[in-house]
T-cell receptor, first 116, second 114 residues
């Protein structure tokens, strides 16, 4: 199906384990983003990517790693999960930015991660 | 550092009433987005406001942007239960590597009671 998908939708893991959250989009959007959503904090940007092999840190990158070898995929890895990383994670994508128009971000369905 | 503040954070209102959600931000930007999120769901784009004085309306919702005051409002007219959701504003601060990087407000949880 076209659009932006995330997997898994739900994940329970233990402290110290490595976890990878997957994000896939079929629009060939240039930009992709990872956010976490926590009560009282809204959405906070973890990492973003302007294109394949171009990534950069957002507001809360500590404890996370990303890669983008292909335009359509943008996995997020928690190298050693901690309880504070229990959250809902959203992936988003948007087309190439233009000064003459806007480019909305389109959000995936989210992954609810619980770290025990 | 850009700060985006919404108020109120929680709003309980009766059907048929009017109310306004406010979104203040701390830096210059002329692009602002409003999103809706239903419980357990993803974010859905509602409005895109691209310039000072922009006004957009969809059904019972109307959004406006005052870039000089760094303020956007989301006005609800004659609320109905189906409008119950969390509403987020997001300010666009572009960057070459990030495209339209968005900074979100904390959200306003709206409950409309019969």
């Amino acid at each position: 199906d076209a659009g932006i998908t995330q997997s898994p939708r739900y994940k329970i893991t233990e402290t110290g384990r490595q976890v990878t959250l997957m994000c896939h989009q079929t629009w060939s959007h240039s930009y992709m983003f990872w956010y976490r959503q926590d009560l009282g904090h809204g959405l906070r940007l973890i990492y973003y990517s302007a294109a394949a092999d171009i990534t950069d840190k957002g507001e809360v990158p500590d404890g996370y790693v990303v890669s983008r070898s292909k335009t359509e995929n943008f996995p997020l890895t928690l190298e050693s999960a901690t309880r504070s990383q229990t959250s809902v994670y959203f992936c988003a994508s948007s087309p190439r930015w233009s000064a003459r128009s806007y480019n909305e971000q389109f959000f995936g369905p989210g992954t609810r991660l619980t770290v025990l | 550092e850009l700060k985006v503040e919404q108020n109120p954070l929680f709003l309980s209102m009766q059907e048929g009433k009017n109310y306004t959600i406010y979104c203040n931000y701390s830096t210059t930007s002329d692009r602002l987005y409003w999103y809706r999120q239903d419980p357990g769901k993803s974010l859905e784009s509602l409005f895109v406001l691209l310039s000072n004085g922009a006004v957009k309306q969809e059904g019972r919702l109307m959004a406006s942007l005052d870039t000089k005051a760094r303020l956007s409002t989301l006005h609800i007219t004659a609320a109905v239960h189906d409008l119950s959701a969390t509403y987020f504003c997001a300010v666009d601060t572009w960057g070459y590597n990030a495209g339209n990087m968005l900074t979100f407000g904390g959200g306003t949880r709206l409950m409309v009671k019969p």
